[in-house]
C-alpha cells in the first residue's frame, strides 16, 4: 500500500491562484468602468498573489526534494 505524504500549506498554492484570479478581475472591471482608485487596489493584490504562489509553489517543491534526500539517507 501506497504511504501517505505530508499535507503542506493546504491553502498556499490554492489561495494566492484565487488571490491573483480576484485581483485580476477587478483589474478588468475597473478598467471598463473607469474606477481608477479601485483599480490601484486591485492591481495591488494581483502584484502580492503573483509571488506568493511562485514562492509557495518553489516551498513545496524543496520540501519534496527534501523528503526524497531523507528517505534516502534512511534507507
Known amino acids: ?21 480576484i ?7 475597473n478598467i471598463i468602468h473607469f474606477n481608477w482608485f479601485e483599480l490601484i487596489t486591485s492591481l495591488a493584490l494581483l502584484l502580492l498573489a503573483l509571488p506568493f504562489v511562485r514562492v509557495m509553489m518553489m516551498v513545496h517543491a524543496a520540501n519534496d526534494r527534501l523528503d526524497e534526500i531523507e528517505s534516502k539517507m534512511n534507507k
Open 1 to 21: 500500500m501506497e504511504a501517505k505524504k505530508k499535507l503542506r500549506c493546504p491553502l498556499g498554492v490554492p489561495g494566492g491562484i484565487l488571490a491573483a484570479l
Open 23 to 29: 485581483g485580476l478581475t477587478g483589474v478588468i472591471v
